[in-house]
């Protein structure tokens, strides 16, 4: 049987150019049936047949002089949901899987002002989160975090000789082996709460770094729910079908 690689396949078949064809495979939205296509460069049969996801919008959660709070969606880099707000700056960063609130300084004092809050830990961000198995009681995670960056991506690891990290979490709904959680981090470490959930025996569902992948959902079911900063309060709504294992 004929073979091809992926990406160049979806750009004949998408009428796109291959880096473009490149770039959606390694954003997580083109599946062959049920299945995600996980490698550009993986070969296939010319005549397969791909699946591309719709992606959602950026909405404004909250705008005025100085700050700018976004609800991200899922599969799209923070970076790359800034970029449409000129003269704004990322204050910090989620995930690319991960929805939720995203914020943007627009004033260089509120920038100063976030940075150093963030530094003093005098934010307070609530994730919420599907995970594997039954959490029957709230549960802090205390457990150091080391990073290792390499060829621009980043994994993470508990070591002993890492920087300290903090996780609360507390079970919200339960549907079959599977618990809904809200998690306080009182620490930003690189994927901590990933890293912290796995390290306890309950990943979560939809990440392929740390977690569990299902074929009920076609994303990381982590979202950031709540940021608290300087007075100021953003909430953003989970997506549409992130308690999709509850049929919700």
């Known amino acids: 049987m004929e073979k091809e690689k992926a990406y160049k396949l979806l750009a004949v078949q998408m009428g ?4 473009k064809a490149k770039e959606l495979i390694d954003r997580g939205v083109v599946y062959v049936g049920n299945k995600k ?8 049969p010319v005549d397969t047949k791909f699946r591309v996801l719709k992606m959602q919008n950026v909405d404004v959660i909250y705008e005025n002089e100085e700050v700018l709070a976004l609800n ?10 800034a970029r449409a707000f ?7 960063r989620l995930d690319r899987e991960t929805s939720g609130v995203l914020l943007l300084a627009k004033s260089k004092g509120f920038e100063k002002r976030a940075l150093e809050a963030f530094k003093a830990r005098a934010v307070h961000k609530a994730y919420t989160c599907w995970v594997e198995g039954i959490v029957s ?4 995670i205390d457990k150091p975090i080391k990073t290792v960056k390499k060829n621009g991506h980043a994994y993470s690891k508990i070591d002993r000789k890492g920087k300290d990290a903090v996780t609360h979490i507390e079970p919200i709904m339960i549907s079959g082996r599977r618990t809904k959680l809200r998690v306080v981090i009182e620490t930003g470490r ?12 309950h990943p979560i569902i939809g ?8 074929a009920q959902t076609n994303r990381m079911l982590l ?26």
Request: aromatic share 6%.
């Open 207 to 214: 990440d392929r770094q740390y977690g569990v992948v299902s």
């Open 223 to 248: 979202h950031a729910l709540e940021l608290k900063i300087l007075g100021y309060d953003f909430k953003a709504k989970e997506p549409r079908g992130f308690d999709v294992l509850t049929g919700g």
């Open 190 to 201: 690189t994927h901590q709460i990933r890293l912290h959930l796995k390290s306890i025996g």
């Open 137 to 140: 009681e709230p549960v802090t």
């Open 37 to 44: 296509v996980a490698i550009a460069r993986g070969e296939l």
């Open 16 to 19: 796109l150019s291959n880096a």
């Open 72 to 81: 991200k969606p899922a599969f799209l880099t923070s970076d790359e949901a």
């Open 86 to 92: 000129s003269g704004a700056r990322l204050l910090h």
